[in-house]
């Protein structure tokens, strides 16, 4: 081999240098991308007072935390013990309804799957995870409802979908916020009731 004839190939090594200086930038935007995807706990924590006394806000937003994450949950989505249910600091919630993303130097606003996503979330490594997401995800594809909505379903999320900011958000960040809370709400609206009759089931 004497020669490079793939143009691609040779654009990139004529413009090596700028392509990976421009490409490192990608760190930096994930980590402006995780700092505000954080800031929406305080919209989701005013989300949940202005939906019910009984709705509370779960974060999982540790700086070691891979998956950060802001849920609604209720009191009895919580794992169960002897003595009854056990919410708290130190105990996840076994079903919750919000907001994800991967936090890695891929996270941006605007590409799935490397954008935050919204909906139904399960612990499916706790005790009963794995059956409690095969239940939830049956129940709403019997409803139609991931249909109706234009959902994905996972066994970590059965109902979810990738939000994307849309437009020149970095000059205003608002309107994007309000997307991701509105989404929320409306996956609450949606789905709150149908995790609460699985549940009882």
């Known amino acids: 081999m004497n020669r490079i004839d793939d143009p691609r190939a040779v654009f990139y090594l004529r413009n090596q240098p700028l392509i990976e200086e421009w490409a490192a930038l990608g760190e930096s935007v994930a980590d402006l991308a995780h700092a505000f995807l954080c800031s929406c706990a305080d919209g989701i924590a005013d989300l949940a007072s202005e939906l019910s006394p009984e709705v509370d806000v779960y974060k999982f937003l540790e700086q070691d935390e891979d998956w950060p994450k802001i849920l609604l949950v209720l009191p009895g989505w919580f794992p169960s013990s002897q003595a009854g249910l056990v919410p708290g600091v130190d105990v996840a919630p076994r079903v919750g309804v919000g907001l ?37 995800r049956a129940a709403f594809g019997e409803a139609g409802v991931l249909k109706q909505h234009k959902l994905t379903s996972s066994a970590w999320w059965p109902a979810y979908r990738y939000e994307t900011a849309t437009g020149d958000y970095w000059n205003d960040l608002t309107p994007y916020r309000e997307q991701l809370i509105q989404s929320v709400r409306s996956h609450w609206m949606e789905f709150a009731p149908r995790i609460r009759d699985v549940l009882a089931g």
Do not use: Y
């Open 100 to 136: 994800e993303w991967n936090k890695s130097r891929r996270l941006n606003f605007t590409t799935s799957p490397a954008c935050a996503f919204t909906g139904v979330w399960v612990d499916i490594d706790i005790a009963g995870g794995k059956e409690l997401s095969r239940k939830l």
